[in-house]
């Protein structure tokens, strides 16, 4: 039994988190109800280092690191309403990935030229109803600078002090925030994007507005 308790508390530390919260415009229903085709953005990522491991880091390995964990957040969301779809019965379609960032890179807008868009410019370019937007912050989320290398590389940047998030989903007509959902988990939950999405969308997956059960 005593063997059993560290791996337990590394369990609850890998899943604390606060609650989350949602908002859920009035008309969702009623605007979704026209919805087809939603489209996943490359997540905004913003990593916050300790002072000692900026000083290792460049800005550009930094910027690599971020834009190499949004593309794998994104993958990884369109992975899970993939893997779900014949349980959540969702009612409308994901735009595959490969085409999205296929139509932005043909559209010559980089990952950072994406915060500098509107959502109803972006939802009109990729031709869909609405998109998936997602922005991630981490705290202290090394304990070596070196880890950056290693996260372009393995997709992981080590344990995290915190890992906050949020979904949002915007028309694509007006640009209107149509849902929003914030979540903040504490400890390791961050340590990858597989980690973070798997975490991020077991507390969200129920309340996702798309679902049609």
């Excluded at 337990?8 to 085709?37: E, M, Q, R, S």
């Excluded at 290792?56 to 309403?81: C, V």
């Excluded at 031709?127 to 304990?143: C, E, F, W, Y």
């Excluded at 007006?174 to 400890?187: S, V």
């Amino acid at each position: 039994m005593k063997t059993l308790l560290p791996a337990l508390a590394a369990l609850l530390l890998l899943l604390t988190a606060c609650g989350p919260a949602i908002y859920k415009t009035n008309d969702f229903a009623t605007v979704a109800a026209t919805h087809k085709t939603v489209a996943i953005l490359p997540a905004q990522v913003a990593i916050n280092l300790r002072p000692n491991e900026m000083r290792r880091t460049t800005p550009e390995m930094l910027e690599k690191n971020e834009a190499a964990t949004g593309y794998a957040i994104q993958e990884k969301l369109y992975g899970w309403f993939l893997r779900r779809s014949n349980r959540f019965h969702y009612t409308v379609k994901f735009q595959d990935v490969s085409q999205t960032n296929a139509l932005l890179e043909e559209a010559r807008l980089s990952y950072t030229d994406l915060s500098r868009k509107s959502r109803a410019e972006l939802a009109r370019l990729l031709g869909v109803d609405a998109v998936i937007s997602t922005q991630l912050r981490t705290d202290k989320p090394m304990n070596e600078g070196v880890a950056i290398a290693m996260g372009l590389v393995f997709g992981a940047w080590g344990s995290t002090n915190q890992a906050v998030t949020t979904i949002h989903i915007h028309e694509a007509n007006q640009g209107d925030l149509l849902w929003k959902y914030d979540y903040q988990a504490q400890g390791s939950v961050g340590s990858s994007p597989e980690n973070l999405v798997n975490a991020l969308m077991r507390n969200a997956s129920r309340k996702f507005p798309y679902n049609g059960k």
